[in-house]
Each structure stands twice: as C-alpha cells, then as structure tokens.
C-alpha cells in the first residue's frame, strides 16, 4: 500500500512539473505575442504614417493647381464680360417686350 501511495506522490509530482512547465511555456508564448504584436503595429502606424503624409501632400498640390486653374478661368470669364459691348438699347426693348406684352 505505501507503494501506490509512493507512486500516486510521484504522479502527482510529475502532473505539477507538468503543469508548472505549461504555465512558463504559455508565458513565453504570450511575451512573444505581445512582442510581435507591439512591433507590427509600430510598423503600420509608420508605414500608415508615411502614406497618410503622401496622400496629404499631393491632395494639397492637386488642389492647389485647381485653385490655380479656376482662378485663372474666373478672370477669362471677367475679362471677357468687361469687355463684350452693351446694346443698351436692345436689352431695353427686349426687357419691355417680355414686362409689357
């Protein structure tokens, strides 16, 4: 009987050195995850960082070159207005016809 018992110790002592085996190897696994983790994300925040800042700086370039261009249009369309000539007169009929008619 003491014999089992020595055995039934034994088994136990190997299930807790087991188990105590389990628990450091889940830790380490964990700390490796974390690790790997930690650095992919700081590397998508500096990757997404990089793209980010180049889409940033050819949206400003893009819209200031439309800015440029609409401006650029806008006088045409001035110029042009301030130069065309005005028929006082036919602008007059033409207004009364449609007021009066």
Do not use: C
């Amino acid at each position: 009987m003491a014999e089992e018992v020595d055995i039934i110790q034994h088994l136990i002592e190997v299930e807790r050195d087991a188990s105590q085996l389990l628990l450091e190897a889940q830790a380490q696994a964990d700390k490796k995850i974390s690790e790997a983790r930690f650095k992919a994300e700081s590397l998508f925040k500096e990757k997404y960082s990089v793209i980010t800042k180049d889409l940033e700086n050819r949206t400003s370039a893009a819209k200031e070159n439309i800015d440029k261009e609409r401006e650029a249009i806008m006088q045409q369309y001035k110029a042009k207005i301030a130069d065309s000539s005005k028929n006082q007169e036919s602008f007059n009929a033409l207004f009364e016809r449609f007021l009066f008619a």
